[in-house]
């Protein structure tokens, strides 16, 4: 049950907004987003809860729309540092693991 | 305190030795997990401690991976007569519960030659 990430990967300039996607086929409990720049580990963003619910970190939002069974997250006026993999990892209910996405190569350029 | 750690930090080895990887996970964190992560690929859930409950080993690839975890501290993942498709990064993770935000370590690069 590895749920979807869109696009891929995307290239931005300094100051432009991209939107990422992840998509599942399952009911889910909760959304986790995680950046992973490259040689390091993972690291966490934030975690989406409810349907609907919107989350931020800096200029990083996320909502998670429970009668899609998806989550968008939203680089808003990126910056150099937003560079990196982002990748989501869903949990269903009951079942304290996650699935992690593909991720999503994200660059930022000056 | 720190962070989690992980040990060794790069592991080459020869295709059918035996390898030991260990995890310290954050101090009272409950929850512990492993994921794999391939070359350019995302992460791939192996196994999943809470506590004393039962280990929940539904990621593991084979029979030749097994983990271990004493407590609430420290995790072995042990890969058994290795094949050249197990190298990767080994990620451990820690969260005070299971659905809390993991926190990760630095990885085991695994190189079986």
């Known amino acids: 049950q590895q749920p979807v990430q869109s696009p891929q990967a995307v290239i931005l300039r300094e100051g432009e907004d991209a939107v990422i996607n992840c998509s599942s086929s399952?009911?889910?409990?909760?959304v986790h987003w995680y950046r992973q720049k490259h040689g390091e580990a993972p690291v966490f963003l934030m975690i989406l809860l409810k349907g609907g619910e919107q989350k931020g970190h800096d200029k990083i939002s996320a909502s998670f729309n429970e009668k899609k069974q998806q989550s968008s997250l939203y680089l808003t006026a990126s910056q150099l540092s937003y560079s990196g993999t982002y990748f989501c990892g869903t949990e269903y209910y009951g079942d304290y693991k996650l699935s992690f996405g593909a991720g999503t190569t994200v660059t930022v350029r000056a | 305190g720190a962070g989690v750690s992980q040990s060794p930090s790069n592991k080459v080895t020869e295709k059918g030795k035996d390898v030991e990887l260990r995890c310290d996970p954050i101090?009272?964190?409950?929850?512990l997990y492993w994921y794999r992560q391939r070359l350019g690929q995302g992460l791939e859930f192996l196994i999943y401690?809470?506590?004393?409950?039962?280990?929940?080993k539904s990621g593991l690839p084979s029979d030749r991976f097994s983990a271990e975890r004493t407590g609430e501290s420290v995790s072995t993942l042990t890969i058994q007569r290795t094949q050249q498709e197990d190298s990767a990064v080994y990620l451990c993770?820690?969260?005070?519960?299971?659905?809390?935000?993991?926190?990760f370590g630095p990885g085991t690069r695994l190189t079986v030659l």
């Open positions: 399952k009911a889910l409990y909760s």
């Open positions: 401690f809470q506590g004393n409950s039962a280990p929940d």
């Open positions: 993770a820690s969260s005070l519960i299971g659905y809390n935000e993991q926190f």
């Open positions: 101090s009272g964190h409950t929850a």
